[in-house]
């Protein structure tokens, strides 16, 4: 078990559904961050927050919408994704600058 | 564009083998080398290097960090069946940390 929880840990959703990823942390980190991992190849950046604020989106297209509520919480909107956006998402937390740490994933099928 | 580059990408080797684990990089702001193991689920954190020359170990696991040939490896002595996994190595400058593809490692019995 990791001390990044995030839920569901499976989702299974139509391109036409809206929903929500959540991860929470404890540690009392100040940067949290959403990684992408395809099948076979390594976790991608999407986005990270730090203190609270937005200050990386690496070109993710608009219908992945993060919002970072407090500095335990992290949020991922999903909404009319594609089939290719079935993936392992992965939220991470760190000090800053320090080493990341990561939940178990959610596995998300977009059907 | 930053640049991780791992090798060998798979590696079988029997229990009680040592095995050396390559990563190469390219990242502007450069700031920290990180060690990742990841199984079945989330990768887990192995070392943070930050210096050059100085090794950090813990177990039967080592790493060491060369800034001036933008090198680092990971030693794994002794294996046993339960280090298989994929191991990654991610060059971090400030909050973006960029993976390489990974080792796959099997330690057969």
């Given at each position: 078990?990791?001390?990044v929880?995030?839920?569901?840990?499976h989702?299974v959703?139509g391109m036409?559904?809206k929903?929500?990823l959540?991860?929470e942390?404890?540690?009392?980190?100040?940067a949290?961050?959403w990684?992408k991992q395809?099948?076979?190849?390594p976790?991608?950046?999407?986005f990270?927050?730090s203190?609270?604020?937005?200050s990386?989106?690496e070109?993710v297209?608009s219908?992945?919408?993060?919002?970072?509520?407090?500095?335990?919480?992290?949020?991922l909107?999903?909404h009319?994704?594609?089939?290719?956006?079935s993936?392992l998402y992965l939220?991470a937390s760190?000090?800053v600058l320090?080493p990341?740490?990561?939940?178990n994933?959610t596995r998300?099928?977009?059907? | 564009e930053?640049?991780v580059?791992?090798?060998?990408?798979?590696?079988v080797?029997h229990?009680?083998?040592?095995?050396?684990?390559n990563c190469?990089?390219?990242?502007t702001?450069?700031?920290?080398?990180?060690w990742?193991k990841?199984?079945?689920?989330?990768p887990?954190?192995?070392?943070m290097?930050t210096?050059s020359g100085?090794?950090?170990k813990s177990g039967?696991?080592?790493?060491?960090?060369?800034k001036?040939?933008?090198?680092?490896?990971?030693?794994i002595?002794?294996?046993?069946t339960?280090d298989?996994a994929?191991?990654?190595?991610?060059?971090g400058?400030?909050y973006?940390?960029t993976?390489?593809?990974?080792t796959?490692?099997?330690?057969?019995?």
């Amino acid at each position: 078990d990791t001390e990044v929880t995030q839920t569901p840990k499976h989702l299974v959703m139509g391109m036409t559904n809206k929903k929500s990823l959540k991860c929470e942390q404890h540690m009392g980190h100040r940067a949290m961050y959403w990684y992408k991992q395809k099948a076979k190849k390594p976790p991608e950046l999407m986005f990270v927050y730090s203190y609270e604020k937005l200050s990386i989106n690496e070109s993710v297209p608009s219908r992945f919408s993060p919002e970072c509520p407090n500095s335990s919480l992290l949020n991922l909107h999903l909404h009319a994704l594609q089939p290719e956006d079935s993936a392992l998402y992965l939220c991470a937390s760190s000090q800053v600058l320090g080493p990341l740490h990561f939940g178990n994933g959610t596995r998300l099928t977009v059907t | 564009e930053d640049k991780v580059v791992q090798s060998p990408l798979s590696l079988v080797v029997h229990e009680g083998d040592t095995v050396t684990l390559n990563c190469s990089y390219e990242v502007t702001n450069f700031r920290s080398l990180l060690w990742y193991k990841q199984e079945k689920k989330a990768p887990t954190f192995l070392f943070m290097l930050t210096s050059s020359g100085i090794e950090k170990k813990s177990g039967r696991l080592s790493s060491i960090l060369d800034k001036k040939e933008l090198f680092s490896i990971l030693n794994i002595t002794a294996t046993q069946t339960g280090d298989s996994a994929v191991y990654l190595c991610g060059g971090g400058s400030n909050y973006k940390l960029t993976f390489g593809k990974g080792t796959l490692l099997t330690v057969n019995p």
